[in-house]
């Protein structure tokens, strides 16, 4: 069993930048690889992006390439989603997610925080 708790969410204005955080303790977390998503209201849930359990491959959705960077600490079991140049499209509630298997698909991963809200405003 893992558990995920994200943090860092919040209010921004437009070209902003937040850094999420998403602690993760129980099951070894070096073994999985770890992905973030979002969801607005009356969205889907969509992929944002994903690293590889050792850091080393890292793979992100077209709209957030070359603003978003995600990365991991295996000393503080956690994982990051650095959010620059914030637009209003990137509102939603943002989960990170845990799987042992690399994939972009949101049933590809079994374990889920509950989420953080950021609020992009103009």
């Known amino acids: 069993q893992v558990q995920l708790v994200e943090s860092g969410g919040g209010l921004v204005q437009a070209g902003g930048s937040l850094r999420l955080s998403c602690a993760a303790s129980?099951?070894?977390?070096?073994?999985?690889?770890m992905g973030w998503f979002r969801q607005a209201p009356g969205t889907e849930r969509e992929f944002v992006a994903r690293i590889s359990w050792n850091g080393d491959y890292t793979d992100y959705t077209d709209s957030v390439k070359g603003r978003f960077t995600i990365s991991r600490d295996h000393a503080k079991n956690t994982v990051y989603l650095q959010m620059n140049s914030l637009k209003t499209e990137d509102t939603a509630v943002y989960f990170c997610?845990?799987?042992?298997?690399?994939?972009?698909?949101?049933?590809?991963?079994?374990?889920w925080g509950q989420g953080t809200q950021v609020t992009v405003s103009l």
């Open positions: 997610a845990a799987s042992v298997q690399w994939g972009r698909a949101t049933d590809t991963y079994k374990y």
């Open positions: 129980g099951r070894t977390f070096n073994s999985f690889h």
